[in-house]
Each structure stands twice: as structure tokens, then as C-alpha cells.
């Protein structure tokens, strides 16, 4: 066997690490290695920056908000910076509070590898004997970084005796030992727990954050994607970066280089704002007759209708919310809150739909819609649920 010089085992390591990256999911191969890559947290990010430049950091952190916000992107990068082997000198040009992503600690937390980064699934490790096993390990010192930071990801999930023995825990844990907590559901959490960590709520991305991104993922990946198919997808996450970048997997598979809108709604099973916008014009009509034959017609397209129905749901919402506000700047203000995704055209008939329904109108329809939603998911018959829902609306009001 040949003996390879250690540059040809550099090339092959490289290599293999590539070979790795092509395999790994769009969330995982683009999540952000340093602060400044994070987007939509601002808040969140700015107060931890702060603390790491000033070396103020706590010793619990308490992560909330929803599923795909980047809750363990940042307790990840967290970790990293302070134990950061660069990250404290100056003369490498390095950000105070950004890793570096160079030294041996870096790199093992990046490739999962570092020893004395524990994360724990609370879901599935969830009993008290699992905690008093953390109890137990936290008082060793790390046995490479210089802190042991402890992630316990769905925190809500474990179990009254469990949160007990994580208290005393919480309340003095050791110099060397940090911990970060995120959950999906802060109400389940026990307000012991809270009061003992430093509470960040996280928040769902806007959809013009969400594009952007991944816009910039495509670019990357050597894929051009229509606008409309990118906005597409953000209306699909609702707000989730990582929803958002598993979509966007899930429409450059068909390993098209060029994607447009009609391919992104084929392979997602979803219908465009169009869609929507002809749907409700006809229940605004009362056009029995044309709205049941539309239902019929995404079936036969094969679409999803209960997305179809959550769409049509926010669409609604959207219409009583810019009912309700009259003067014109105060309506281009609310289009830039909750409607930035609508063309000007879209925009100037959604304003038009609704002013031809009444304020006991849209509670009619966003009720009735959500039940057909709920309904839909389990019916044997998908498109029931929503018939039933249009024949109920045109038949209310009438004598």
C-alpha cells in the first residue's frame, strides 16, 4: 500500500467532509455558524452579544418560542463562543463575541464532537432518573472546553419530579456548568424554572426574512427559483426557518435548475394566492354552484385541502384586519404588517372583497373554514369538510 504524504490525506479528509456536506439536509448543511448569520432574532441576538463582549454570561438561559426558530441554532452558538479558544484576543480581527469557527473547540461543536456539549432530548428523557444522571455528571469539571454547557431541548416535557431535581440544579450549579433550555411550550414549564434562567422568547420570521434566505440557500445550492415559488414556500413554513429550508429540499429534489411557481405548487400540493382569491370572491357571492366545482377541481389537481383551507383561513384574516382600518396611510402601514406578500393588484382586491362583508360575516367564514380545516385531515371524503362549509355559508343569512 502506498504511503500517502500528509497533504494527499489533507485532500482526501476535505473531501470526504464534502462528500458529507451533500448528504445533510438544507437546515443542517446551512445553519448559522456565527451570530451574524442568524436572522429574524435580533432581540435575542443582540442581548447575548452584549453579555459575551462584556463577559456577563448567565448560567441558565431559558429558549421559547415556536418549532424552527432557531432556539438550538443559537444555544449551539452560544456554546461555542464561550468556549471559544480565539474568541477573547483581538488581534485575529475576530468579532469579541463571535466564534471563530477555526479553533479545536469550534470545530468540534461544529462537527458534534464535543464531549462536554451535552444536549438532551427531553421528550424522550424525561423521568428523574435521567436528571439525577446530570446531577451527577455536572460536578466533574469539562474535559476539554472550558465550560459544560448542558442543552435540554422540549424541557416541558419532563416529568414534576424531574423539573424538582433539575431546581436545586438550576439554582447553584457549578463555575464550570451552563445551561440552556428551549421549549416549544413555556406555559407547561414550572415558574421555579423560569425564575432561575434568563428568558428569551423567539419569535416566527417574517416572510420577507424567510425568502431572503432562501433565496440565498438556491444561490448556493446553483438552483434560480421563481419569487413567487420562494413566497410560495415561506407561506408554507409559517414563520419556521427550518420548515422553510426542508420545503425548499423537498422542491429541488425533482433536481431542476430552474424552478418556477406551478412546479413548487405540484410538488407541495398547494395551491397560489390566486387560488385563494377566486375561492373567496365566490363565497363572497354566495356562487354555490362555482365554489363547489372549484373544491373539486384542486382535488383533481391533486392539492392539499387542508392547506388549502388554512390558506384561505389567512387570507380571510387578513381581509377583516384591512376592513377595519380606513385611512389610506394607515392601511399601507398594516400591508406591511401582515399582508407584505401581496402583489399591488392582490392588494387593491382584497381591499375590494372586503368591504362587501359585514364584521359578523368574517366570523362566520374564519369559523366555519377552521372547522372544515380540522374536519378535513381525518375525513374519508377530503373535500366534505369544505363543501359542507360553503353550503352552510351560503345558506346563513337568508330568509
Known amino acids: 500500500m502506498p504511503v500517502l504524504s500528509p497533504y494527499t490525506w489533507e485532500i482526501l ?8 456536506m451533500e448528504n445533510l439536509v438544507l437546515y443542517r448543511k446551512y445553519r448559522p455558524k456565527t451570530f451574524g448569520e442568524v436572522i429574524g432574532q435580533e432581540h435575542v441576538v443582540r442581548t447575548l452579544i452584549n453579555a459575551l463582549a ?46 471563530c469557527n477555526k479553533c479545536a473547540a469550534c470545530i468540534e461543536i461544529n462537527e458534534g464532537r464535543a464531549m462536554d456539549l451535552i444536549e438532551i432530548d427531553a421528550a424522550s428523557n424525561r423521568g428523574i432518573d435521567e436528571i439525577r444522571e446530570l446531577r451527577e455528571g455536572i460536578k466533574f469539571s469539562p474535559t476539554q472546553l472550558k465550560y459544560k454547557v448542558f442543552i435540554i431541548d422540549e424541557v416541558h416535557m419532563l416529568t414534576k419530579e424531574a423539573f424538582n ?8 450549579p457549578p463555575a464550570h ?4 433550555l428551549a421549549t416549544t411550550e413555556i406555559h407547561k414549564v414550572p415558574q421555579t424554572i423560569i425564575s432561575r434562567c434568563q428568558r428569551f422568547d423567539f419569535h416566527k420570521l417574517t416572510l420577507n426574512k424567510i425568502v431572503e434566505r432562501l433565496k440565498l440557500i438556491a444561490k448556493e445550492e446553483g438552483v434560480k427559483i421563481d419569487k413567487g415559488a420562494l413566497e410560495l414556500i415561506a407561506l408554507n413554513a409559517d414563520g419556521a426557518a427550518r420548515d422553510a429550508e426542508s420545503l425548499l429540499g423537498q422542491v429541488m429534489a425533482m433536481e431542476d435548475k430552474d ?19 377566486t375561492m373567496a370572491g365566490f363565497l ?6 362555482n365554489a363547489l366545482g372549484f373544491i373539486n377541481k384542486l382535488v383533481e389537481d391533486g392539492y392539499e385541502l387542508s392547506q388549502f383551507a388554512k390558506s384561505l383561513i389567512n387570507y380571510w384574516r387578513k381581509m377583516m384586519i384591512l376592513a377595519s382600518w380606513k385611512q389610506d396611510g394607515e392601511i399601507a402601514k398594516m400591508r406591511e404588517l401582515i399582508a407584505p406578500e401581496l402583489t399591488d393588484e392582490q392588494f387593491k382586491i382584497i381591499l375590494e372583497q372586503g368591504q362587501k362583508l359585514s ?3 368574517f366570523i362566520k367564514l374564519i369559523r366555519l373554514f377552521i372547522r372544515a380545516e380540522n374536519e378535513t385531515k381525518g375525513a374519508s371524503l377530503p373535500q ?8 352552510e355559508w351560503a345558506g346563513s343569512n337568508e330568509k
Open 284 to 289: 363572497i357571492s354566495k356562487d354555490v354552484k
Open 259 to 277: 424552478i418556477t411557481l406551478v412546479e413548487a405548487q405540484t410538488i407541495l400540493g398547494t395551491t397560489d394566492i390566486g387560488a385563494v382569491i
Open 13 to 20: 479528509r476535505y473531501a470526504q467532509n464534502d462528500r458529507k
Open 359 to 361: 364584521g359578523a360575516d
Open 54 to 99: 462584556l463577559g456577563k454570561v448567565a448560567h441558565a438561559y431559558l429558549f421559547c418560542g415556536p418549532r424552527g426558530t432557531g432556539k438550538t441554532t443559537v444555544a449551539r452558538l452560544l456554546a461555542k463562543s464561550v468556549n471559544c479558544e480565539n474568541r477573547p484576543s483581538t488581534s485575529l480581527g475576530v468579532k469579541k463575541y463571535e466564534p
Open 165 to 172: 431535581a433539575l431546581l436545586k440544579t438550576l439554582e447553584e
Open 177 to 180: 456548568a451552563i445551561f440552556i
Open 384 to 391: 366534505l369538510p369544505l363543501e359542507l362549509a360553503v353550503v
